[in-house]
């Protein structure tokens, strides 16, 4: 159990760098008192295990499952593009790379 856990907390982590294109625009608040910067802070620390959902008052744990939907919602791939170009290389190539085809590969995405 303690090992799935640790799994969703490090995908979460993962997530979280790349939370800026789940916040909703300045001037859009999801509900009123919606604060994103508290918002992305308290469900970075969640995730962390610094904090506690019993730590958060109604608002804030409000905010988190806000920011856990917008997440959600726009199925965010915390993987670089750069990763995202290397692992549709290697299956475009069948899966399994030589030596030389996964540096023909890295080149050609160097750049992303």
Known sequence: MRRATNKFVFAALALTVTMPAAVPARGHLP??????????ANYQALMRGTKRIEDLNAIELREV????????EARIDPRT???QCIAEQTEARGGNLSDLAARIVDLACSQR
């Open 31 to 40: 509900f009123p008192g919606f604060i994103q910067s508290r918002a992305v």
């Open 65 to 72: 499952r806000e920011i856990q939907r917008q997440i959600h």
């Open 81 to 83: 593009s750069r990763e």
